[in-house]
């Protein structure tokens, strides 16, 4: 496994973290995501713009005015990125004679 | 001679990083979520001794009883995912997190079948005392357990999570 089988959109820990967690959610909200990733407003909203212009995830708004959130949804591209990406990490770290790492999976 | 060009160890620990940061995000979705407040047990006791008293009513009135009871869960629980704000899919949950699901939906059926059993056994409304009390104490019990175990997965993960408030 070399690098060259690495996602360069997926490479950003914060965006491989945020399309992980939806990896493993029927929905996503925004201020939950926010907080479980520790990042602002701003940099999670360019994170996740970012992975919805490559078509990795779908978003949807509720409610309206202060109880107006967004929800965000992996989409079968996205789950299919993140499944190989994980595959290339895996890889990456099990190539390494004493490096081992939680095996993770993308399912 | 290797076949592909090796990984540095920057690379591998890098691939490594990547790996725990996402392992960390994902047990979020099981670690973080908001305590439900006192009255949320009970108000499902109700509504599951509810649905035993529709049966001792006439036919139309049980229809129209098991739909507005079913409505009220439904609108508690999408109330519940809304303030959690994630839908965990299930897939992957941590073993200790499971396992208190899985003792969940035991403890789901077996209350079923005891209310079942005390309805054609005893009488409707000893069937609806024994709802009552059966559901409030599961959803009670499984709180408690559920914030244990997720209590215990947050701290196994070394990760310290924020107390979120009540909804």
Redesign the interface.
Known sequence: MTLDHLNPLLSNTKRLAALGVLAKSSEVEFVFLRQALGLSDSDLSKQMGALADADYLTTRKTGKGRNRKTWFKITGAGRKAIRQHISALNGLVHDAPNAPAPPVDGR | MES????S?S???S????????????L??YT?YPTVSRWYPPIFGLLAAAMVVAFATPPWLTVVLWVVVMCVAGIGVHWYL?K??????G??APPAIRREMRLFYVGYCLSIAGVIACYLLVSWWAAALLAFVIFTALITVYEARYARAAEQVASAAGRVE?PRNKP
């Open positions: 592909e060009p090796a990984a160890a690379s591998r620990n691939a490594a990083n990547q790996l725990k940061a996402l392992h960390d995000a994902q979020s979705i973080r809304d959690r704000g994630v839908i965990p899919s897939r992957g924020l």
